[in-house]
């Protein structure tokens, strides 16, 4: 019933941006703590944004600077901008809830920053 669908992911050159959405349904959206992860090869997944439902946000310290978490509880949607982007951003991003439940992990939306 819950279900994550993340889409925007593409391959960047290093200094590039993209903005990744993630329509959300099956729950009362506008009340969810939602948050960006990724996983790159090799590594575990970390998360790297999040919004709560009053719209508080934390970022990860490597991407704060340069990452914006944002929210469009009309169209049921999560947003990730990212600018000035790096090849360690290159992975996997997922959205879930801040407290994530593992049976609700979707396919994702490759990133890769690469010359």
């Known amino acids: 019933q819950v279900q994550f669908v993340e889409s925007g992911g593409d391959l960047v050159q290093p200094g590039g941006s993209l903005r990744l959405s993630c329509a959300a349904s099956?729950?009362?959206?506008?009340?969810?703590?939602m948050g960006w992860y990724r996983q790159a090869p090799g590594k575990q997944r970390e998360l790297v944004a999040s919004i709560t439902s009053g719209r508080i946000t934390i970022y990860k310290d490597s991407v704060k600077d340069r990452f914006t978490i944002s929210r469009d509880n009309a169209k049921n949607t999560v947003y990730l901008q990212m600018n000035r982007l790096k090849p360690e951003d290159t992975a996997v991003y997922y959205c879930?809830?801040?407290?994530?439940?593992?049976?609700?992990w979707g396919q994702g939306t490759p990133v890769t920053v690469s010359s």
């Open positions: 099956g729950m009362i959206f506008s009340l969810a703590d």
């Open positions: 879930n809830f801040i407290i994530a439940r593992p049976e609700h």
